[in-house]
């Protein structure tokens, strides 16, 4: 039974490419020299009890793409920034480094992305966190009324949250009189296609990306989908529908597939390390005897009771913590990542969802059509390799095959400077997360071979800064 689904998690959002490229065979050489770049230590750990950053607001204009009056107005984007390690820009133009917020509250990205702080004393960076577009709830008075309808709705895009980022980057390196000071973006999941893209859109304003668990290939039929819709009538107490059950367990399957870390973590869930093993676990217990719905139950409870806190499931919760409510527009417009199942030798039925479904419901909650083949015609994504070997440069894609994203990623090298990293027992951006002492040799060298990536950019930066001071 464990075996089952331990295939339907490794295939439940996109097929695992059976070409992946280790990274436990590459390994870097040092962090090469420059007089500009002088690290004053090895990353280490930074104090995360200590507060990590300071919010600050940026008036941003609410659409960069319209000239009409109503594009106009204004609205305070928040940021979070951290200039503990900066070197400053008046002698030696230290990085920045910008994360390029996702989905949600982008204090709940910054408190899971300990990369950038790790890095920062190393770099002598900047760090700046930006929030996307879909907190501006108080230009129209709440999250409520801005969530209401197609049209507050209609400005949360990833156009405009990369015209966002353009904008804030730039005014900020203004203030700090840091013009020359280079530009690195990081992100994950959303916030890594985002990173990616903001370096194939807005070159002149980054100098390079790290992009990890970035499905910038998941659309219009790139790659092949494979997803699970789970599905079961059964239930015990009060009534519950069996949507409401399939969704509550189709989050813990899938939401534990994209995290399984190799540490415990808080991100999601408290979780153990290895998530996906103690579902098995649960699973074969042999306490569930033949009984499929308890050991359905028996897995989703490590995911929703790891701590045994939980007296009682609420499997109609829609509350929101993480600021995540705008995903769904953008799952009615632009970001159509539409899966499919493979139920052979599952405890699963097949699924029978189409995009007539997504269809059907953005009708029905948005009065919109999607548009599925949006993004590969804005961003690019058709024959990706050809096309980014002959002008796209300094992008680090990161994927671990554990996650079921992956399918969706970069997997393998595109140019010299366009790089796959894949780790076969990484997870969903696993590499951004604080590093412990826990951490397994594959995932210190991932990050070490990204700190040198990085460091060659900078170096290349800086050298050119020399030969053309004034250009």
Avoid at 81 to 93: A, E, F, Q, R, V
Avoid at 160 to 185: E, F, G, M, R
Avoid at 407 to 431: C, F, M, Q, T
Wanted: proline content about 6%; charged content about 15%; aromatic content about 14%.
């Amino acid at each position: 039974m464990a075996i089952w689904l331990l295939l339907l998690l490794s295939y439940a959002i996109f097929p695992l490419y059976s070409s992946a490229i280790s990274t436990t065979n590459k390994i870097t050489p040092g962090f090469p020299s420059s007089k500009f770049i002088q690290p004053e230590q090895q990353p280490t750990k930074t104090n995360i009890t200590s507060k990590l950053y300071k919010e600050k607001f940026f008036t941003q204009i609410l659409d960069h793409f319209n000239y009409n009056p109503q594009s106009y107005q204004k609205f305070q984007q928040r940021y979070l920034i951290n200039d503990k390690y900066w070197g400053g820009s008046s002698n030696n133009n230290s990085p920045i480094f910008v994360y390029t917020g996702n989905e949600g509250d982008i204090e709940w990205f910054a408190q899971n992305t300990g990369f950038m702080f790790e890095t920062a004393p190393y770099f002598k960076a900047l760090l700046v966190f930006i929030e996307v577009l879909w907190e501006v709830h108080a230009l129209w008075g709440s999250k409520e009324i801005a969530y209401s309808n197609s049209t507050t709705l209609g400005y949360l895009s990833s156009t405009q949250a990369l015209a966002d980022y353009a904008t804030l980057i730039l005014d900020l390196k203004n203030n700090l009189s840091a013009t020359h000071s280079p530009v690195v973006v990081f992100g994950g999941s959303y916030g890594g296609m985002l990173a990616a893209w903001f370096r194939l859109k807005y070159p002149h304003v980054a100098v390079g990306a790290l992009a990890s668990s970035a499905p910038i290939l998941n659309f219009d039929n790139i790659t092949s989908h494979l997803v699970s819709t789970i599905s079961s009538p059964k239930t015990s107490g009060n009534y519950i529908s069996a949507g409401s059950l399939s969704n509550w367990l189709g989050t813990a399957y899938t939401y534990t597939a994209m995290t399984d870390y190799p540490t415990p973590t808080n991100f999601l869930n408290p979780l153990p390390a290895y998530p996906v093993k103690q579902m098995c676990k649960a699973i074969d217990d042999p306490a569930t005897g033949n009984n499929t719905f308890e050991k359905l139950y028996g897995a989703a409870n490590i995911y929703y009771n790891y701590t045994g806190e939980a007296k009682c499931f609420d499997l109609v919760d829609d509350s929101d913590p993480h600021g995540l409510g705008g995903w769904t527009w953008q799952a009615c417009t632009e970001m159509i990542l539409l899966t499919d199942g493979n139920t052979e030798d599952s405890i699963f039925p097949a699924s029978n969802y189409s995009y007539n479904d997504r269809l059907e419901f953005c009708k029905s909650n948005f009065n919109i059509e999607p548009r599925p083949s949006w993004i590969p015609t804005e961003f690019g994504a058709q024959h990706i390799h050809r096309v980014l070997k002959r002008f796209g440069s300094n992008i680090i894609f990161f994927n671990g095959l554990r996650d079921p994203w992956s399918g969706g990623g970069v997997l393998k090298d595109i140019s010299k400077s366009v790089i796959a990293i894949v780790a076969k027992e990484g997870a969903h951006h696993v590499d951004l997360r604080f590093s412990t002492s826990e951490d397994p040799g594959w995932l210190q060298d991932v990050r070490k071979r990204e700190v040198n990536i990085i460091s060659k950019w900078l170096s290349q930066y800086y050298h050119t800064l020399i030969d053309s001071p004034n250009s």
